[in-house]
């Protein structure tokens, strides 16, 4: 038995749905090292007293993006439901964000846990009795055909055959590549290797929109992130309040006033989408000001959109060229917008317009131009295909996971093409991104390719 | 296991059926020391082969190779009596190298059969057994047609495609045997008797052809390899003149005489109710399924020296006579073809494979054994592959020790049997390469240091070989890290070198071992700048190459097997009871109390079981686990 519980397993353990809270847990040996890994708090992850919660965040080590606040709760081995190693992060919002910090731990090592399975190594390692784990199985039993029911429902209509059609094309490969090695005394065309690249990367690419898809999803479920910038007191907080009808942000006329990251969700002619209002991103001394334009920073990174807000009444300044050329990376995903056009100063006005030729005028008091930002931001989701009537939508953590591993294993046949292997190895991998893609639908491989074979190619005595 | 010389009715392991599958069973059993008898309706018949006069390609040429690493014939044999050799798949890379003979099929027969004559503990004898018997669901003995009773410890039935055997040539339809043979009509109910589930199953034949009626000038020529790979590991190298083979196709007047005559194909007339395999569909088939093609290939091969029989590989139809004469004389070379044999299709009574254990034996009669065509499978050698473990097993079960069970990691006699009996087989069972998961490691180059010292540990490798078998494992292991500490460095000859096999020069120095994994430098190659490499045998370079080029990817594979051991190695016990496991579905309950798998890993490969169930499965097993060790 122990062979089998040497690996870490997670999962959301909140249900799937809008909820304020969700919660991901994991266990086994790894469970510490990989929170250490991706949460960053006050102190040592490892140093924390078992059975104790604290604040911090999940940040993605590859790149440092931070991925949501959270409370974590570190519980060691034995006093635990599983009697491993347990940890427990609790984040905002619903399953995308829960997903997203999912992926993390696929990513650093953990593995998806199966129906049932903490309950299960609760049972293994003598946490519960057998009546208690025989009342489980039947549980198991019964929610492994409800889930199976929800995913096929889930699989049902575009995704799935999305999905299958690529499968299949995968398998055709393998039946071309395959019947020349089975049957190599037959005059069936060979499979020219680049012929094989070229239908191999076609696959690979649709496989990329598909991945690419799990973050417009997310987009679509939880609202395209637009992160507002500008030197402070350009009027970001009062553009926030504007768009979302509300006052939530405070609003003073001392630079500075917004510390931290306000969020905020707003419904912009029928799109979902939140906006994130920023520190103000100047240089500082002030220590808490400090973290606030960090956080800034972060915050434009990981955003969809950036809205970056200039002053028609103090006209651009040496914090707006830091702040441009902060944003200068980022211009794909920008708006430039000058507020405060009722205080404007010409003068000042045209040196904004000859840095930034396409600058959106508005007034947040005057309620001038808001419209047409509105327009515009709704414009920039549609001119990135984010399509709710035709856009194919991966919105399952575990189905990335395995879009992600066939991706990676048609990589390796790419690489083994080009570096002129032969087929009895290229067919190792592209049978393997069949075999991911099976994963998510269901289907075996092998014995496809051998039905496959004998369809298409005419073979006998 | 002591003789009794004075009985002749009285043997550890009896062997039913003397063809690829039963002389292996024999061989096995009586080199470990079992007091075995091997019948055969005809004694002419023993190691025949009815169909095809060649052994090897694809698959089927690594089951010979495992064969022969284990201690088995069929490889030897072959060696001695081929009169066409080729490496089928040179260019495709090494997982799939293949190696396919001409087989003198007369001289193969000869042979096999002096070979079993001259076996110690082993009789052979020409009668056809009517009778299993059996008590109390344990196997007893046999009984002939001639009333004879042989007792037996355990029995194997190796009976092929004879069982009922019914001939179809056309609208004509006959009780017969292959190659104008007898069938064994009476087998088959003694089977039905203790339970035993039969299923049809079909196959076929084509026309075999006077080679003076042949133009060989219309035909493509194909020559054997020079030089000669030999199958058994026990050869090195094999001297011999080859005969060629021919190659012609079908033409537009075929199609046309095919299509107009459709309806008198004993396929197509409904009169052939057995399942056939799709691998091996009648050129009939071949021509209604695969309308857009215009051609088909048709290969012309010899049956032997001595005779001027040529055999129609691609060919086999089920047409009435005046038709197939029609058809063959429409192909290029064969305008005044005078046929020998013609062809025909027969059907046969096999057993369910789900019903044998993976050591081959009935899951409900103790000590009976199965193997070869009558498992399901196709082809002389799939059967001599599960000959040689039924034959084993048969011993190892006197004996009472544990069965020998390869498994899908360990070799393709292990995915064949596991396929057989665990997922079962609508049609005769061909072994093909894609049929492996792990067929980077399953080569056939390798076979020896899968299965050699297997073969060792249950006394059919004598010292001798495993000796020389250790001493070239060592020398490969040598060779392998020599290549890993030698560097090049650069000069004008090495990159002169690498320019002329368009590699990339080098600018600092460089291991011999990551040359060799340049896929354009050879291992024969590398000898021009390496003065240190050793003068090693083909098949031992041929090792060092594949090892070193492939290494990452067998390095992967080895992995992925890692993991698969893992499953494989959670017994089931064998009283289970699956009705008493909460939570299964019932359609997983059904199929794992009718299959009774060995292990997990056997158990998530029945179809219909999901990993869901699998994971209900676990958990009671380690429940009762617990539960066994606290009392």
Redesign the interface.
């Known amino acids: 038995?122990d062979?089998?519980l040497t690996d870490t397993i997670g999962a959301i353990s909140t249900a799937v749905g809008n909820a304020g809270i969700s919660i991901i847990r994991m266990s086994g040996p790894e469970a510490f090292s990989v929170a250490s890994k991706i949460f960053r708090g006050k102190g040592n992850f490892y140093e924390y007293r078992s059975h104790t919660v604290h604040y911090g965040k999940i940040i993605d080590p590859d790149n440092n993006d931070v991925i949501d606040e959270v409370l974590i709760t570190k519980m060691a081995a034995p006093r635990t439901y599983t009697r491993e190693d347990t940890v427990e992060i609790s984040c905002h919002g619903g399953y995308v964000t829960a997903s997203r910090i999912l992926d993390l731990l696929y990513r650093n090592g953990v593995r998806p846990a199966?129906?049932?399975?903490f309950t299960?190594r609760a049972?293994?390692n003598?946490r519960i009795d057998?009546a208690q784990?025989?009342a489980?199985?039947?549980i198991?039993?019964s929610r492994?055909?409800k889930s199976?029911k929800v995913a096929v429902s889930q699989l049902e209509g575009r995704l799935s055959d999305k999905i299958n059609s690529l499968r299949t094309r995968l398998v055709e490969m393998?039946a071309s590549i395959?019947v020349?090695?089975?049957?190599?005394?037959?005059?069936f065309e060979e499979v020219a290797a680049d012929t094989l690249s070229m239908k191999i990367r076609s696959v690979y690419d649709e496989l990329k929109n598909l991945i690419e898809g799990f973050h417009y999803g997310k987009i679509l479920r939880e609202g395209m992130e637009v992160a507002i910038i500008g030197k402070p007191n350009a009027g970001k907080s009062s553009l926030l309040n504007r768009l979302s009808g509300r006052n939530r942000a405070i609003v003073t006329d001392i630079p500075g006033t917004t510390r931290d990251i306000l969020e905020e969700y707003v419904n912009i002619l029928g799109m979902p989408i939140k906006l994130i209002d920023t520190a103000g991103l100047r240089e500082t001394e002030n220590a808490v000001e400090k973290i606030g334009v960090n956080k800034a920073i972060e915050v434009m990174d990981s955003s969809d959109l950036i809205l970056f807000i200039l002053d028609a009444n103090s006209g651009f300044e040496q914090e707006d060229a830091d702040i441009l050329e902060k944003v200068e990376k980022y211009r794909e995903k920008t708006i430039f917008v000058v507020n405060k056009t009722d205080k404007k100063d010409e003068g000042k006005l045209n040196e904004i317009k000859e840095r930034i030729p396409n600058v959106l005028e508005i007034s947040v008091l005057e309620d001038s131009g808001i419209n047409i930002l509105e327009r515009e931001i709704y414009q920039y989701v549609n001119k990135n295909n984010i399509d709710t009537d035709n856009q194919i939508l991966v919105t399952n953590a575990r189905h990335k996971k395995h879009l992600q591993l066939s991706l990676a294993d048609l990589e390796k046949a790419l690489a083994a093409i080009e570096?002129?292997?032969?087929?009895?190895?290229v067919s190792?991998d592209i049978k393997s991104a069949a075999e991911n893609l099976g994963y998510i639908t269901g289907h075996q491989v092998?014995e496809e390719?051998?039905a496959n074979?004998?369809e298409r190619f005419?073979?006998?005595? | 296991m002591s003789r009794n010389c004075s009985n002749q009715n009285s043997y550890d392991v009896i062997v039913i059926g003397a063809g690829h599958a039963g002389c292996e069973a024999a061989l096995a059993a009586a080199r470990m020391g079992a007091q075995t008898a091997i019948f055969s309706m005809n004694l002419d018949s023993v190691a025949n082969m009815p169909?095809?006069p060649n052994i090897g390609?694809?698959?089927k040429g690594h089951l010979v190779r495992e064969i022969d690493a284990l201690g088995g014939e069929m490889g030897k044999c072959a060696d001695k009596t081929l009169i066409q050799s080729r490496m089928?798949?040179t260019?495709?890379?090494?997982?799939?190298y293949?190696l396919r003979a001409q087989i003198d099929r007369r001289s193969y027969q000869r042979e096999m059969k002096h070979t079993l004559e001259l076996q110690e503990n082993l009789d052979l004898i020409q009668a056809e057994i009517t009778d299993i018997l059996v008590e109390n669901n344990r196997v007893t003995g046999v009984r002939s047609h001639l009333g004879t009773v042989f007792n037996a410890k355990a029995v194997i039935l190796t009976t092929g495609t004879y069982l009922k055997g019914r001939i179809v040539v056309g609208d004509v339809v006959y009780s017969g045997g292959p190659d104008g043979l007898l069938p064994a009509n009476r087998l088959s109910e003694s089977l039905k008797k203790f339970g035993i589930e039969l299923l049809r199953f079909k196959t076929g034949?084509?026309a075999r052809i006077n080679r003076r009626s042949i133009d060989f000038s219309r035909m493509e020529i194909q020559h054997g390899d020079n030089p000669i790979v030999p199958f058994s590991f026990e050869h090195e190298t094999i001297e011999r003149e080859q005969v060629p083979c021919y190659l012609t196709y079908t033409t537009e007047k075929t199609h046309r005489i095919i299509r107009e005559n459709l309806h008198r194909s004993a396929l197509f007339g409904g009169i052939i109710e057995g399942i056939g395999p799709?691998?091996?569909?009648?050129?009939e088939?071949?021509i209604v399924?695969?309308a857009d093609?215009e051609r088909?290939?048709v290969?012309v091969e010899p049956m032997g020296l001595d005779t001027e029989e040529f055999y129609l590989?691609?060919f086999?139809t089920s047409m009435p006579v005046d038709v197939q004469i029609e058809m063959i004389r429409s192909l290029p070379g064969l305008e005044n073809a005078r046929i020998m044999r013609y062809a025909y299709a027969i059907e046969y009574d096999c057993i369910n494979p789900l019903d044998l254990k993976l050591s081959l034996e009935f899951k409900n009669i103790d000590g009976l054994f199965s193997a070869g065509q009558i498992n399901g499978s196709s082809g002389y050698e799939e059967a001599a592959a599960q000959g040689l473990i039924a034959g084993i097993n048969a011993v190892l079960k006197i004996k009472g020790e544990q069965p020998l069970i390869l498994d899908r990691s360990q070799a393709y006699i292990g995915v064949l049997i596991d396929d057989l009996v665990t997922k079962g087989t609508n049609e005769p069972y061909r072994m093909?390469?894609?049929?492996a998961?792990y067929?980077?490691h399953l080569r056939q180059d390798n076979a020896d240091a899968r299965l050699t010292p297997i073969g060792y540990k249950i006394g059919l490798i004598k010292e001798d070989r495993y000796k020389k078998f250790l001493i070239k494992q060592q020398s490969i292991s040598n060779e392998i890290k020599r290549l890993k500490s030698k560097t090049v460095p650069p000069s004008d000859k090495v990159n002169e070198f690498l320019k002329r096999h368009s590699s990339s020069p080098i600018s600092t120095g460089i291991k011999l071992y990551d040359l060799l994994k340049r896929?354009?430098i050879t291992y024969e190659a590398l000898k021009e700048i390496d003065d240190g490499m050793p003068d090693l045998p083909r098949s031992f370079a041929e090792q060092v190459s594949v090892s070193v080029k492939?290494e990452g990817?067998i390095a992967?594979?080895l992995q992925q097997i890692e993991q698969f051991k893992?499953m494989e190695q959670r017994l089931i016990p064998e009283d289970i009871d699956y009705e008493k496991i909460?939570?299964?579905?019932i359609e997983a309950r059904q199929k794992l109390a009718r299959q009774r798998p060995a292990s997990i890993g056997q158990a998530s490969r029945i179809s219909g079981v999901?990993?869901?169930d699998i994971?209900?499965l676990?958990?009671?097993l380690?429940?009762k686990?617990?539960?066994g060790g606290k009392q």
């Open positions: 038995m062979g089998l199966e129906p049932g399975e299960k049972f293994l003598g057998l784990a025989e489980v199985m039947d198991i039993a492994t055909e199976s393998l395959e020349n090695l089975d049957y190599p005394e037959y005059d570096a002129g292997m032969t087929m009895d190895v190792i092998s390719v051998v074979i004998f005419c073979i006998g005595k | 169909c095809n390609g694809t698959a089928l798949n260019a495709k890379g090494p997982a799939v293949s034949t084509p799709r691998y091996c569909p009648s050129i088939d071949k399924r695969f093609k088909h290939q290969f590989q691609g086999s093909m390469t894609s049929r998961e067929r980077l896929p354009e492939y990817y992967k594979q893992k909460p939570g299964l579905r999901s990993p869901a994971s209900v676990l958990i009671y380690d429940a686990r617990k539960r």
